[in-house]
T-cell receptor, first 116, second 114 residues
């Protein structure tokens, strides 16, 4: 158990809909990351938050948005869903951005999203 | 562009034997971190081992060790005394210091045979 908690574990929804994925980082971790794993794109970095502020942005679509709340949990919002958005979405966290400990990223179990 | 390449899509090994998974990366950075993650059929991403680029000593975690060759930009994973539970996809990952982005290789599927 990495200590990173994600809900829901599985989600099936229709095209055009909107979903929210939730993540609680490991205790004490300030950084939260979101990654997408799909069959054709592999593991892709979406976005990072550090202590409530956006720190880095990757291949995140405009239909997707995220935020990190004062209690450090994070949500990834996916809207106007398309079939191609079906994937495993990982949340991950790390400590302060220093040294090997701060740069080691621990992953949650992922949220399976199926768009039908 | 920073890239990570795992040239072995699939590998197999007999239980109790040793296997080495290859990984090369391309970067102009001098300070960075390297990782191996394991993804079993449950799809959870599990950290196996990590290495700081400025440390020449190869990291070791129980049956797992790495061969880090900075000049060659190579970071291979050796699994000793392979166990059935080691069956998984293994991802090599690169992270520049101070950035939030892990760059993953394509993965190597390892099957441990009884």
């Amino acid at each position: 158990d990495s200590g990173v908690t994600q809900t829901p574990k599985h989600l099936i929804t229709a095209t055009g809909q909107r979903v929210t994925l939730r993540c609680s980082p490991r205790s004490g971790d300030l950084s939260v990351y979101w990654y997408q794993q799909s069959l054709d794109q592999g593991l892709q970095f979406l976005i990072q938050y550090y202590n409530g502020e956006e720190r880095a942005k990757g291949n995140i679509l405009e239909r997707f948005s995220a935020q990190q709340f004062p209690d450090l949990h994070s949500e990834l919002n996916l809207s106007s869903l398309e079939l191609g958005d079906s994937a495993l979405y990982f949340c991950a966290s790390s400590q302060r951005d220093r040294g090997i400990a701060g740069n080691t990223i621990y992953f949650g179990e992922g949220s399976w999203l199926t768009v039908v | 562009a920073q890239t990570v390449t795992q040239s072995q899509p699939e590998m197999s090994v007999q239980e109790a034997e040793t296997v080495t998974l290859s990984c090369t990366y391309d970067t102009s950075e001098n300070n960075y971190y390297l990782f191996w993650y394991k993804q079993p059929p449950s799809r959870q991403m599990i950290l196996v081992i990590r290495q700081e680029a400025y440390k020449q000593q190869n990291a070791t975690e129980n049956r797992f060790s790495v061969n880090f060759q900075k000049a060659a930009k190579s970071f291979s994973l050796k699994i000793s005394d392979s166990q059935l539970g080691d069956t998984a996809m293994y991802f090599c990952a690169f992270k520049p210091r101070g950035t939030g982005k892990l760059i993953f290789g394509q993965g190597t599927t390892l099957q441990v045979k009884p």
